[in-house]
């Protein structure tokens, strides 16, 4: 069983930028391809980014690209996500997901889900 723990969350104005982490409990966490998720209001959950087990692959969804990094520490038991340059369309709830494939993005692939933190991008 994997526990998943996201923070990081909160307010920011459009051009800044926010840090999450999501905290995994799990004896191996090296073993999980990790992602981000996220869900506006109205809308279906969507790809943000991923990572392999190893961190040694990313890839990102094309409305992020260039803005968002995700990383992985495996000492710590974390994945992170640097969001930059924030727009208004950012806002959601980001959601953190363990798989235990070596590199997944699709929803289907991720048996583990964060209870989510709300990121809201407004003036």
């Known amino acids: 069983q994997v526990q998943l723990v996201e923070s990081g969350g909160g307010l920011v104005q459009p051009g800044g930028s926010l840090r999450l982490s999501c905290a995994a409990s799990v004896r191996t966490f090296s073993i999980y391809a990790m992602a981000w998720f996220r869900q506006a209001p109205g809308k279906e959950r969507e790809f943000v980014a991923a990572?392999?087990?190893?961190?040694?692959?990313?890839s990102y969804a094309d409305s992020v690209k260039g803005r968002f990094t995700i990383s992985r520490d495996n000492a710590k038991n974390t994945v992170y996500l640097q969001m930059n340059s924030l727009k208004p369309e950012d806002t959601a709830v980001y959601y953190c997901?363990?798989?235990?494939?070596?590199?997944?993005?699709?929803?289907?692939?991720?048996?583990?889900w964060g209870q989510g933190t709300q990121v809201t991008v407004s003036s």
């Open positions: 997901a363990a798989s235990g494939k070596v590199r997944a993005r699709r929803r289907d692939e991720f048996s583990y």
């Open positions: 990572i392999s087990r190893n961190g040694g692959s990313t």
